[in-house]
């Protein structure tokens, strides 16, 4: 069993990281990274076109999903309760099997509204670009609005529409992959000068990383970088669009809050996560040793010979 402390270091794939030019093992240590494989990794997380191609399949199945529930609301081989319950194989009641005649039509009418969001989402999604993404939100708030006070389109209050959470999701992901991509070129170049970090990225730049990296949230911007700060970090913008300079704030627990502030990757161990972390680690430590003592306590009175032995034995020395 692996204390928290030793899960989190397992995570630090650029504050340590070692790298050679040639292949090898030592069996006492861990090998250190071979540069291309480091180098392609770097390449592999700051390609964009596969998580665009990942989202746009995403959405596309969520139309087919949508296209067969439709199909089998109105040709009759489920109901909306069976659906709304994840249960297509319970058996439909005569209530179920009249209501869904009566609301066929509706059913159809409702299919073709959230087909025409699905489509608006593909379009937004093709053009990459989170400032358009961004007025998803409101547009989503306000359907939802809409959709509760309708009374007759039972399919729409099923299955509202998420593009704005659904799309926001592949962006945290993109900005995670490209700081990740990032620290690694920066832990390169430290390697490469004396483990003296760049003072901006444009440095990393044909050498470490193909362009500058970009900060998805920001729309063509590059990703932020607080070299001089303790710990050093790199920064997206997040959700709002806004660059507050590098500002974040932390739970008690050191993890990122995700609110309007920016969101760090730091490139040393976060000092209030390490403390934390310590003071997990010790607390796990003494509720272990806790445990072990009331079990062997326990232990020793579930066993009356031993403690008859014991006692014979007290009773022998002193005899002596």
Request: hydrophobic letters at 35%; aromatic letters at 8%.
């Amino acid at each position: 069993m692996h204390s928290r402390r030793e899960k989190h270091k397992r995570i630090r794939i650029s504050f340590s990281l070692n790298v050679t030019d040639a292949s090898g093992t030592d069996s006492d240590k861990v090998s250190p990274a071979l540069r291309r494989d480091v180098v392609q990794f770097i390449l592999d997380l700051s390609d964009d076109a596969n998580s665009q191609s990942n989202a746009l399949m995403a959405i596309y199945g969520d139309r087919l999903y949508m296209l067969d529930e439709i199909h089998q609301l109105s040709t009759g081989a489920t109901t909306l309760r069976q659906l709304a319950s994840f249960t297509p194989t319970s058996t439909a009641t005569a209530v179920d099997r009249i209501q869904d005649f009566a609301f066929g039509p509706l059913y159809v009418l409702d299919g073709v509204l959230i087909l025409e969001l699905i489509r608006s989402e593909l379009g937004i999604a093709r053009l990459d670009v989170w400032s358009k993404i961004q007025d998803l939100k409101q547009d989503d708030e306000k359907w939802k609005h809409d959709i509760d006070e309708m009374m007759f389109h039972p399919l729409l209050k099923f299955s509202q529409p998420r593009r704005y959470a659904f799309l926001s999701i592949f962006f945290r992901i993109r900005a995670t992959r490209h700081m990740a991509a990032t620290a690694l070129a920066i832990r390169l170049y430290q390697l490469d000068h004396d483990g003296q970090r760049p003072r901006g990225l444009v440095e990393l730049v044909p050498d470490y990383l193909p362009s500058m990296p970009i900060d998805p949230f920001a729309d063509g911007k590059p990703l932020g970088y607080r070299p001089d700060t303790e710990p050093p970090y790199l920064y997206t913008v997040f959700e709002d669009g806004i660059d507050q300079g590098g500002i974040y704030s932390l739970y008690p627990n050191g993890t990122v809050v995700r609110t309007s502030l920016d969101c760090p990757f730091f490139l040393t161990p976060n000092p209030k996560r390490e403390q934390y972390l310590r003071e997990e680690e010790a607390r796990e430590a003494e509720e272990e040793s806790k445990k072990r003592e009331a079990e062997s306590h326990e232990a020793g009175d579930n066993n009356p010979n031993e403690k008859a032995s014991g006692g014979q034995g007290d009773k022998d020395q002193q005899a002596r």
